[in-house]
């Protein structure tokens, strides 16, 4: 098995999955505008105007249901929630005002988001590095990854952000009986290979300010957001390789930095 056939199988893979989530779901431009309600997002207003299209052709039970769909998504809109772990007045009023459409906006006269860019840039690369060389072992072929587990994983798996390589997590979950064996069998070309496909390293990062004066591009926290597969992929690696090793008994001694070795 070459290393090379594990960026193979993975270029394929998503070559086949964009493809058809482009034919089935393509991407709609979807205008808001400030006539809106504060509560209409795009995905509202795309349910509106279905459901306008279903009530022109006259089907009324499929535009009634939708209806009641709409109006779940605006109560989740205007729903206040707020964090329990912090304390004041100032997160509550904060939501008030974004409910109520009276939210205030500041300019902004932080750096520029290309200076943004090249800083995140900088502290993500390492020009030192270099790739690791390969252990006999690794060229074990070895089945780690099953397809009834990773089906499970992705039946189950959780509303969260999309990565740079473009799978959503509904798509996922929505294809998962069908793409459960193919993701066991290139998971399993990654692990055995010790290669790391080019779609999982790159990441979407956001600028999260950390305190009210922007200045410096230190003054924002990066929030980095990777693969759904890479992330499941790594999950999986710590759960069943690392836990074990880390609580087996016979090597727990490797770990405990308070143990000295007997002269």
């Known amino acids: 098995m070459r290393e090379g056939d594990a960026q193979v199988a993975f270029d394929q893979f998503y070559h086949i999955m964009l493809n058809i989530l482009d034919y089935f779901y393509p991407i709609r431009s979807i205008t808001v505008t400030n006539r809106d309600p504060h509560f ?28 009641r769909r709409i109006g779940q998504r605006i109560a989740e809109q205007n729903r206040l ?3 329990q772990h912090r304390r004041g007045s100032k997160q509550m009023w904060d939501t008030v005002r974004r409910v109520t459409g009276k939210e205030t906006t500041r300019e902004y006269s932080g750096p520029a988001a290309e200076k943004l860019n090249q800083h995140f840039a900088g502290i993500s690369n390492d020009p030192a590095y270099q790739s690791p060389l390969l252990k006999s072992t690794v060229n074990q072929s070895l089945n780690e990854f099953k397809e009834n587990d990773i089906f499970l994983i992705l039946n189950s798996l959780k509303p969260t952000a999309t990565g740079p390589d473009g799978l959503p997590v509904w798509f996922l979950r929505l294809t998962a009986p069908w793409i459960a064996n193919p993701i066991s069998y290139i998971y399993n070309l990654s692990y055995n290979t010790s290669v790391v496909p080019a779609q999982w390293k790159f990441s979407s990062i956001t600028p999260v300010p950390q305190i ?6 230190g003054d924002f926290r990066p929030i980095s957001v990777t693969s759904v597969l890479s992330r ?16 087996h008994p016979d090597f727990s001694h490797l770990f405990n930095s308070t143990q000295r070795a007997t002269p």
């Not at 009210?212 to 591009?217: D, R, T, V």
């Not at 499941?232 to 609580?247: G, K, P, S, T």
Request: proline share 2%; glycine share 2%.
């Open 40 to 67: 209409v997002n795009p995905a509202i207003k795309a349910l509106l105007r279905k459901r306008n299209r279903l009530n022109r052709k006259g089907a009324v039970a499929a535009a009634d249901s939708l209806t």
């Open 81 to 83: 929630a707020f964090d």
């Open 212 to 217: 009210n004066k922007l200045i410096h591009c």
């Open 232 to 247: 499941i992929f790594e999950r999986h690696i710590v759960r069943h390789d690392m836990y074990q090793v880390l609580a």
